[in-house]
């Protein structure tokens, strides 16, 4: 008797945060970027994102206009007080989405650098000063 409450209370608590995990995951938002830029390894055109969260630690990019997306795996970070940003590195010609910044009160997703992308910081790494573009989201 003992052992069926609990396993019905640990039901009751997963299906609990189940919802809330579910909840959490159709948080979107919407951000126009006016330049090429990678998601990882993937070369993503200008234009209408939205870029919602869809597990823990995966975000989906999906470009409105063509309809091209790409799953991203960041980590997590401590809430910052800017807020509804995406943050890429600029190196040269090319941008690497880095950071997604939600709302208030909200963690970060930071996204590893890429092979590439270390390359080129170490091949710009004297002319390093103010690589990072902000577009701010709705």
């Known amino acids: 008797m003992k052992y069926n409450s609990i396993a019905?209370?640990?039901l009751v608590v997963l299906s609990l945060l189940l919802?809330?995990?579910g909840a959490h995951a159709q948080s979107a938002a919407r951000a126009k970027v006016p330049f090429a830029f990678k998601v990882g390894t993937t070369q993503m055109?200008?234009?209408?994102?939205?870029i919602q969260n869809v597990g823990a630690?995966?975000?989906?990019?999906?470009?409105?206009?063509?309809?091209?997306?790409?799953?991203a795996m960041g980590r997590r970070e401590s809430p910052s007080?800017?807020?509804d940003k995406l943050i890429f590195h600029h190196y040269g010609s090319q941008y690497?989405?880095?950071e997604i910044l939600g709302s208030e009160g909200s963690q970060a997703m930071v996204f590893p650098a890429t092979k590439r992308e270390k390359e080129l910081q170490v091949a710009h790494a004297p002319t390093n000063t103010g690589n990072n573009i902000e577009?701010?989201?709705k």
């Open 81 to 83: 007080k800017k807020m």
């Open 96 to 98: 690497f989405l880095t």
């Open 8 to 10: 019905q209370s640990s």
């Open 135 to 137: 577009i701010a989201s």
């Open 45 to 50: 055109p200008a234009g209408t994102y939205n």
């Open 19 to 21: 919802t809330v995990a």
């Open 57 to 71: 630690n995966i975000v989906t990019v999906r470009n409105v206009q063509t309809g091209t997306s790409v799953l």
